[in-house]
């Protein structure tokens, strides 16, 4: 069973600091990889899937990147309402099953 | 605009089922998965199960033998059982669609819309 981690668990950055958050596999996974934000209290939202592609609607600081093994998330420039916990996720084939990583949480310093 | 409108029995006993629905409005049911999505308290995500519109079902290992996903499209409807819940099933479940996007041979799936969650809460 692929396992996947997150680091750091936890960070606080500055308004404006470039902030990079990386999602492991323990096995490669291509690029099958999605990116969600949840905000306190709130509905997780999608941001990127298949690794780097942006949703529609999620502003351009936010950026994935990675294939294999290694993944990260990146905010350009962090902004308050950017405060949330993000996990990743992956997709298995066969057998058919999702797995989202144990989560990142950003706070303003 | 697609919404996901979920219910179901927030208190539970010890041993009894679980047992959510989640209605989608305002578009296409068919050609989806649709799936159950769990998250304890200050915890995080966990996938529990997904069907489409033909009733063909996906379940995650961990839950299988306790987990049920039914569906009933004349209502653009589908549902959650969850048998003999202890404590530790305790969190906000979350119905979600399962959007799929083919890039050249590559199939990429993820969650794009969800519920707005239900908490379940299990104690004697």
């Known amino acids: 069973d692929i396992q996947m981690t997150q680091s750091p668990s936890s960070l606080s950055a500055s308004v404006g600091d470039r902030v990079t958050i990386t999602c492991r596999a323990s096995?490669?996974?291509?690029?099958?990889l999605a990116w969600y934000q949840q905000k306190p209290g709130k509905v997780p939202k999608l941001l990127i899937y298949?690794?780097?592609t942006l949703q529609s609607g999620v502003p351009s600081r936010f950026s994935g990147s990675g294939s294999g093994t290694d993944f990260t998330l990146t905010i350009s420039s962090l902004q308050p309402e950017d405060v949330a916990t993000y996990y990743c996720q992956k997709y298995n084939s066969a057998p058919r099953k999702f797995t989202f990583g144990p989560g990142t949480k950003v706070d303003i310093k | 605009q697609v919404q996901l409108q979920q219910w179901g029995a927030g208190l539970l006993k010890p041993s009894e089922t679980l047992s959510l629905t989640c209605a989608v409005y305002?578009?296409?049911?068919?050609?989806?998965?649709w799936s159950w999505i769990r998250q304890p308290p200050g915890k995080g995500l966990e996938w529990i199960g997904e069907i489409n519109h033909s009733g063909s079902t996906n379940y995650n290992p961990s839950l299988k033998s306790r987990v049920t996903i039914s569906v009933d499209t004349s209502k653009n409807q589908f549902s959650l059982k969850l048998s003999s819940v202890t404590a530790a099933d305790t969190a906000v479940y979350y119905c979600?669609?399962?959007?799929?996007?083919?890039?050249?041979?590559?199939?990429?799936?993820?969650?794009?819309?969800w519920g707005r969650g239900t908490l379940v809460t299990v104690s004697s």
């Open positions: 298949a690794a780097s």
């Open positions: 979600a669609r399962v959007f799929n996007i083919v890039v050249v041979t590559a199939i990429y799936w993820y969650f794009d819309l």
């Open positions: 305002g578009g296409s049911f068919s050609g989806y998965y």
């Open positions: 096995q490669g996974i291509s690029n099958y």
